[in-house]
DNA sequence: CGAGCAACCTGCATGC
DNA sequence: TGCATGCAGGTTGCTC
């Protein structure tokens, strides 16, 4: 379900019902997601307070007195805050209860997220500590950007997609900032030229900031916290557009497997 | 070390 | 209607 807008949103949908609250008590129904969920949160969490919510990359860091707890939402994952005794439903596999009688209910069919708990500063933790820069820093210019593809011959797409690099990049706004910027998913990350980067960072940091600011990209089942669907989706001009003329020239949109990802491009604007 | 790709899961659309 | 197939927003970790 999410790239980074999608992450951010349900982050901002949060802030104002969990900061302050205080966890009651954790129910894990089902623990085994990417890794599995640490046993010792049912002991580690109650009675702890939600001091902060962050995002980095695509991971969402609920910092409470006592640690961190780290959501990913992989695939399917989907947050939502609800009164505590809402009826359960398949793939509800965690409730985090909190003492005012709502819960954050994490669920995730296909269990390609996580929940995961550190003590330490969350920078620390191994899934965070070698992630590249946040797309929407100041650290993410066309100088850097153009040092680390000068470094690979992969393809491009591959390359903004790779978290050490940049994270938050998914397989949507990949296949969109390319196209505005005018670029081939398959040009090597070494081909491209100064102003090239420069470009596409730009792309990707306008996609993305547009993204967030229509609450996320609905395909199927993203819902912002409050239930409501993301607006982005009708701003897409390749991803999903295969087959449909170019909004730009009108050359027909065209895919291809690329990673294992199918890509969608236009042949005439993007070379 | 970089690059390619299998794997982790379920649901849904499609075609026979 | 039923079944097989392919595809889906992500990421790690295995091979070569």
Same mark, same amino acid.
């Given at each position: ?49 939600? &001091?902060?919510?962050? @995002? /980095?990359?695509?991971? +969402? =860091?609920?910092? %409470?007195? #006592?640690?961190? !707890?780290?959501?990913? *939402? ?31 209910? &994490?669920?995730?069919? @296909? /269990?390609?997220?996580? +929940? =995961?708990?550190? %003590?330490? #500063?969350?920078? !620390?933790?191994?899934? *965070? ?143």
């Amino acid at each position: 379900m999410p790239e980074l807008p999608e992450v951010e949103t349900v982050r901002r949908g949060l802030m104002q019902p969990l900061l302050g609250a205080i966890i009651e008590r954790i129910i894990i129904r089902q623990s085994r997601l990417r890794w599995p969920i640490p046993l010792a949160l049912t002991d580690c969490v109650p009675q702890q307070r939600i &001091l902060d919510l962050q @995002r /980095r990359g695509k991971y +969402l =860091l609920l910092i %409470t007195t #006592a640690g961190t !707890l780290i959501y990913h *939402l992989g695939m399917s994952g989907q947050l939502r805050v609800i009164a505590a005794d809402s009826p359960v439903k398949k793939h509800d596999h965690v409730d985090l209860v909190f003492q005012n009688h709502t819960c954050l209910r &994490l669920t995730d069919p @296909r /269990r390609f997220g996580a +929940l =995961l708990w550190t %003590t330490a #500063a969350p920078q !620390l933790h191994p899934l *965070l500590a070698h992630l590249g820069p946040e797309p929407l820093s100041a650290t993410f210019n066309a100088a850097y950007l153009y040092s680390v593809l000068q470094r690979h011959k992969q393809n491009c797409k591959a390359l903004i997609m790779n978290s050490k690099i940049v994270v938050g990049v998914g397989n949507i706004y990949a296949t969109e900032a390319l196209f505005h910027a005018g670029i081939h998913p398959t040009r090597a990350g070494n081909s491209l030229t100064k102003q090239q980067c420069m470009a596409l960072v730009t792309a990707i940091k306008r996609v993305l900031k547009h993204a967030i600011a229509k609450g996320g990209t609905t395909l199927k089942d993203f819902i912002q916290a409050d239930g409501k669907p993301g607006y982005f989706k009708q701003q897409l001009f390749v991803y999903g557009q295969h087959g449909h003329p170019c909004q730009r020239c009108q050359t027909l949109i065209e895919k291809l497997s690329l990673n294992q990802r199918t890509t969608a491009y236009c042949p005439t604007c993007q070379r």
